[in-house]
């Protein structure tokens, strides 16, 4: 099997990609003070969808008429859509984007053991137990083990992220029935899906039309939707044909990092010691998971 590198051009594309995710968290902040959490979430995938769907056209693809398949879309984009991008929009309501950012590192982690679970050609491995475990002991240092004495609205927040980072990882694995498809036919089916799902309900209880939004806002709208989603989704794309998923990991390091920088520096936001210590122990878990960085370690002349 041929082993896919990372030259100059994918680590700009992925340092590009981190931002861009990173800053979404930032983005829903911002947003947030003048829209309720399903009206921003549908803002985003209508918009993104609408952009996608022109790149589509232009790029001479053709999007799918089977029934079947689209019954998948609506699926996955449920899962990789809809039910995350809910609870991460409602769970800023309750924390800040900074530790937001740093509880969706865990994705990997539920996708792992969930494939594990799930597929019968990833099994845990021990230094995927061992990524596991550290992976959890940073969850508990962040969300504290005061949360089992009652559930506040903060630790809701929190539970939200992890809710949505355990969607994403069904979402990986559902997925993989479209592995025949064009990657940016299969994200334009989500986007569209779910913007199906959502409008009816959005429609109903947030009625939009009714709402106010300054101009802040309404960048901050365009930069979720067209930057951080359907840019972001074409960047994605990118990366994974000539990089391949392992090197896109590292895109999961390097989320939390622009989040906790636009988080602090520009919307003042301050993280406690134990959020510090829950993403080294995440980010631990995360190099024992992808493995290169202790093989660096242990045998300098090797590749990464």
Not at 187 to 195: D, E, K, N
Request: glycine fraction near 8%.
């Amino acid at each position: 099997m041929q082993k896919l590198s990372m030259g100059i051009s994918e680590w700009l594309l992925l340092i590009t990609l981190s931002v861009l995710w990173g800053g979404s968290f930032f983005l829903i902040k911002i947003a947030l003070k003048d829209l309720p959490p399903l009206t921003v979430v549908l803002y985003r995938v209508s918009l993104a969808a609408i952009a996608l769907t022109i790149f589509v056209f232009m790029s001479r693809k053709r999007m799918p008429a089977s029934l079947s398949l689209w019954r998948e879309f609506l699926v996955m984009g449920a899962l990789n859509n809809l039910i995350p991008f809910s609870l991460i929009v409602w769970g800023q309501t309750q924390i800040n984007s900074s530790l937001a950012a740093i509880l969706n590192a865990t994705t990997p982690l539920f996708t792992i053991l969930l494939a594990h679970f799930f597929t019968k050609d990833e099994r845990l491995t021990p230094n995927r137990l061992v990524g596991v475990f550290l992976g959890l002991c940073g969850v508990i240092v962040l969300i504290g083990l005061n949360t089992l004495h009652g559930l506040s609205l903060n630790s809701l927040g929190q539970l939200a992220i992890l809710g949505a980072a355990c969607s994403y990882g069904c979402a990986g694995i559902y997925g993989r029935r479209f592995k025949t498809l064009p990657a940016t036919v299969t994200a334009v089916g989500m986007l569209l899906s779910t913007t199906i799902l959502l409008l009816p309900l959005v429609l109903l209880v947030d009625r939009p039309w009714t709402l106010h939004l300054s101009t802040v806002t309404k960048l901050a709208v365009l930069g979720l939707s067209l930057f951080s989603t359907a840019i972001a989704y074409l960047i994605y794309f990118r990366i994974l044909a000539v990089a391949g998923a392992t090197n896109l990991l590292l895109v999961t390091f390097l989320i939390p990092i622009s989040a906790l920088v636009l988080g602090i520096f520009v919307l003042g936001e301050q993280l406690q010691w134990t959020e510090f210590g829950g993403m080294v122990l995440i980010f631990a878990s995360l190099a024992v998971i992808d493995g290169r960085l202790i093989s660096r370690l242990w045998h300098p002349t090797s590749e990464i």
